[in-house]
């Protein structure tokens, strides 16, 4: 059984910068295609990002293009995700997801096998 635990969350000021981590146990990392959700109060769960197997290929949601990264080190197991800028509307619940099924980035959240149970970020104004 796949398990992803997400770490790095917590309180920063807007403009400010966090990474969080996402450690994947069960299976090795380099089978699945690696993505990130996050879920404010009050709203529905969105897509952030996914890197495809290998880091091939990384799709962002436009509310984050050109402020967050996706990367992955499959040595450790781990996906990380680079926020930078960090405004207000981005506080959230963070969460980890992973598939290994084919997909498209419109459709990623259908695609997902599993979820990590996430890590809250809240930026301050």
């Known amino acids: 059984q796949v398990q992803l635990v997400e770490s790095g969350g917590g309180l920063v000021q807007a403009g400010g910068s966090l990474r969080l981590s996402c450690a994947v146990s069960?299976?090795?990392?380099?089978?699945?295609?690696m993505g990130w959700f996050r879920q404010a109060p009050g709203k529905e769960r969105e897509f952030v990002a996914v890197?495809?197997?290998?880091?091939?290929?990384?799709y962002y949601a436009d509310s984050v293009k050109g402020r967050f990264t996706i990367s992955r080190d499959d040595a450790k197991n781990t996906v990380y995700l680079q926020m930078n800028s960090l405004k207000p509307e981005d506080t959230a619940v963070y969460s980890c997801?992973?598939?290994?099924?084919?997909?498209?980035?419109?459709?990623?959240?259908?695609?997902?096998?599993?979820w990590g149970k996430g890590t809250l970020v809240t930026v301050s104004s």
């Open positions: 890197i495809t197997w290998a880091g091939a290929k990384t």
């Open positions: 069960g299976h090795t990392s380099s089978n699945y295609a």
């Open positions: 997801a992973a598939t290994q099924k084919s997909f498209s980035v419109a459709r990623f959240r259908d695609a997902v096998d599993y």
